[in-house]
Structures are given as C-alpha cells and as structure tokens.
C-alpha cells in the first residue's frame, strides 16, 4: 500500500509562507488524485485542496483560494502544497491523503493518510 509522509511544518509569523511536501513511501500515488485536509485543536478535519493524478483539476476550499497553490512532482512522487500570507487560522496538523471515491471535500473518501504536520502561525 501507498503511504504519505508530510514534511515542511514549522512556526512562521502571520504574513509568512510555508511550503508542505507529501512523499510517497512504499507504492507510488500514481492514478491517484490527491488531497489536503487540516485539522485544528477542538475541531473536524477539513478539506483544504486537491489535485487530479494529472493535475489538470485542481480545486480549494474558499479561505485558502488565493493565498494557497498545490502542486504535484509525479516523478518524484510528491503533492505539494505552498501556503502564503499565512493567518493565525491557518494554524492545524496538515495531511495528506489518496482519494479512492465519493465526495473529494469529505475525509471518508479518502484512504491512506499519513501522520501530518503540525503549521502554526503567530500572530
């Protein structure tokens, strides 16, 4: 089975930017539209972003259009997900996950995720 391992969190001022990576480890993500989901204290995770296995779709959750770009490197197997004029509320554990089927913007559509990393944002 495929799994996904985020890097690239960090504690970045409100303003900065951060760029997220997702490997592949074990299978590759090949065919598989890819998604991010974050989760902040207290609360259900949430969609953030996805992109097809040919990154001809691409598609965000309304508070990240325009401050949020994410891409994929299939040669090297990897989503990424580059996030600017970062806001305290963007503060959560990112993750990246496979989508298998359903609606894209519902974690239970989507089956292998990995351990996430952690984004917070100073205000």
């Known amino acids: 089975q495929v799994q996904p391992v985020e890097s690239g969190g960090g504690l970045v001022q409100a303003g900065g930017s951060l760029r997220l990576s997702c490997a592949a480890s074990?299978?590759?993500?090949?065919?598989?539209?890819m998604g991010w989901f974050r989760q902040a204290p207290g609360k259900e995770r949430e969609f953030v972003a996805r992109i097809s296995w040919a990154g001809s779709v691409i598609d965000y959750t309304d508070s990240v259009k325009g401050r949020c770009t994410i891409s994929r490197d299939n040669a090297k197997n990897t989503v990424y997900l580059q996030m600017n004029s970062l806001k305290p509320e963007d503060t959560a554990v990112y993750y990246c996950?496979?989508?298998?089927?359903?609606?894209?913007?519902?974690?239970?559509?989507?089956?292998?995720w990995g351990q996430g990393t952690q984004v917070t944002v100073s205000s």
């Open positions: 996950a496979t989508y298998m089927a359903g609606n894209f913007y519902h974690e239970s559509s989507y089956k292998y």
């Open positions: 074990g299978r590759t993500f090949s065919g598989y539209t």
